[in-house]
């Protein structure tokens, strides 16, 4: 079993995604655990918090690293042009390759997740993107530019999907908006805080020694995912009997679905091998390759299936590809103009100036993230206990401003000229609504379509970036033609009706939920027989 299953076959007239949170027929109200989890102890749901922490902490390390190598590249811009004689062109083309490499390798690498597990995916990934930041540090002509921002694209690529597969992994419904949040927060960590650390080094050192810098943590990193990352997936031997339930857990009848806007989709627990199963040894648990039987060959087609099959995954994949590409555009705006009169920014400066989105993005984890999950367990008590996913789309409404605002405002004050304090203040405001916005998408992907989330999260993926490559390459001609500060109002507006999606689905997402539930249920046993 792969990612883990939260559906009752027996239950078809349950909408995916629908659950009860919280036991209103108890004595106690209490907060139901979903999915529920097996008995057996080598469950991942069933980990110690120290042991589900370390391997959150490791997958949240990896991420921020792997955006510290693809994000530091406009630190050495002027190094590039000064030493290697590289043009604007030629950066946004690298930058282009680099998004390229992160679109095309979750189409090639995420599928092996299913097949052979997590662990030596990642350690694979970690190896190469060592080799690329000894690579960058050595590099001497603008093609070795545009290759190695490719192979770290690639190496890169199965970051975000291995996080939330792995909060699946280890943690319940109710935790997942927070530890999201910290996700993304991660990755914005690796965005801002890498170019404020690394234009320091640039000052100091030169920019070769920032990418021998960047290798020395890669490496440090690769030897952690090495000793102390654990594989996550469970594969338990069926046996035909299910465990009994756990803590927390409760057994819901059918019989208590009334009508479509009140319908509960049953919890559901694991099937464990024997009555008292044993604790994996150490040697397993740290296996390089954990192999299950069945063919792969559907994942590497059924994503892009999957993207236009269901309306959760189409507006998870729009959101986050969206988002990605105005964080390119305002990043590679600023790395070139912000090197030029009237700012005349040096690296560290322009290192300093993504204080901001990192101030943002910092306040959104600590704020919206806690507030996204207390919100549905509100709102599911006002349902009768009733949790549906669409209730966490009501702060996507506020983010979508927030970003129209944050976009406006920085391509104004950057094509006016303005003081450098208002186009860092804008960029604060983007990394609060890109946390919010981002947040709340992948949640509601993880909460809607749970047994299929790794081939979802492989067209999300492949769809983000590959907005932010079409982004990137077009981005010179598009400055050219519109200036900087047309560029940004019509950004601004496509922030501002990217609200729309949401709104719709609050409306009508679980209308959506009901009439693919058996198109989910089919792709989710065809992901179970292959894992």
């Known amino acids: 079993m792969d990612i883990q299953s939260r559906d009752s076959d027996s239950s078809h007239a349950f909408p995916p995604g629908t659950i009860l949170l919280e036991d209103r027929q108890a004595s106690h109200t209490e907060l139901i655990l979903s999915p529920t989890p097996s008995d057996n102890p080598d469950d991942p749901l069933n980990w110690s918090p120290f042991r589900k922490g370390v391997n959150f902490a490791l997958t949240c390390s990896y991420v921020c690293f792997t955006f510290v190598l693809v994000d530091i590249n406009s630190l050495a811009y002027r190094g590039y042009i000064a030493e290697l004689g590289l043009t604007y062109a030629t950066f946004n083309m690298a930058s282009g390759s680099n998004f390229i490499g992160l679109a095309l390798g979750c189409l090639f690498f995420l599928p092996c997740v299913h097949k052979f597990g997590r662990r030596p995916i990642y350690l694979l990934s970690a190896v190469v993107q060592f080799a690329c930041a000894v690579w960058w540090a050595n590099f001497h002509r603008a093609g070795e530019l545009i290759g190695v921002s490719l192979v770290a694209g690639l190496a890169g690529s199965i970051s975000e999907a291995v996080v939330m597969i792995t909060i699946v992994d280890l943690f319940f419904v109710h935790q997942h908006a927070r530890l999201n949040g910290v996700f993304v927060f991660m990755q914005s960590l690796g965005t801002t805080g890498g170019p404020i650390a690394c234009g320091y080094i640039v000052v100091d050192l030169g920019w070769r020694w920032m990418w021998w810098i960047v290798a020395i943590f890669l490496g440090v990193n690769l030897l952690l995912v090495l000793f102390f990352f654990e594989e996550s997936k469970y594969v338990p031997t069926l046996d035909g009997r299910l465990s009994s339930p756990g803590r927390g857990s409760v057994t819901i009848d059918s019989a208590k679905s009334q009508d479509d806007n009140n319908t509960a989709e049953p919890v559901t627990t694991r099937i464990s091998t024997t009555a008292r199963p044993s604790r994996k040894s150490i040697r397993q648990r740290y296996a390089f390759v954990t192999i299950t039987p069945g063919p792969i060959f559907q994942h590497f087609y059924q994503p892009l299936i999957i993207l236009f099959s269901f309306p959760a995954v189409a507006y998870t994949a ?72 669409e209730m966490r ?91 900087i500060e047309n560029t940004f109002i019509l950004i601004g507006m496509i922030a501002l009706a990217s609200a729309i999606i949401p709104i719709l689905l609050i409306f009508y997402g679980k209308r959506a939920r009901v009439r693919t539930t058996e198109k989910y249920r089919l792709y989710a046993r065809g992901q179970h027989n292959s894992t």
């Open 318 to 389: 729009a959101t986050y590809g969206i988002l990605l590409a105005f964080f390119s555009a305002s990043s590679s705006a600023g790395s070139f103009f912000l090197i030029y009169p009237p700012y005349d920014f040096s690296p560290s400066a322009i290192g300093l100036f993504h204080l901001g989105g990192f101030i943002g993005a910092l306040l959104a984890t600590l704020t919206m993230s806690p507030l996204i999950d207390w919100m549905i367990i509100r709102l599911a008590k006002r349902n009768n206990g009733v949790f549906e996913p």
């Open 393 to 483: 789309l009501w702060l996507s409404i506020p983010a979508a401003l927030i970003n129209c605002a944050a976009m406006l405002l920085y391509g104004i004050g950057l094509g006016r000229g303005l003081h450098w304090a208002i186009l860092a203040f804008a960029q604060g405001l983007f990394g609060f609504g890109f946390i919010t916005a981002a947040d709340v998408a992948l949640t509601y992907l993880s909460d809607s379509y749970p047994n299929i989330l790794a081939d979802a999260l492989i067209a999300v993926v492949f769809i983000r970036n590959g907005l932010a490559a079409i982004i990137r390459f077009a981005f010179t001609d598009w400055l050219a033609g519109m200036g």
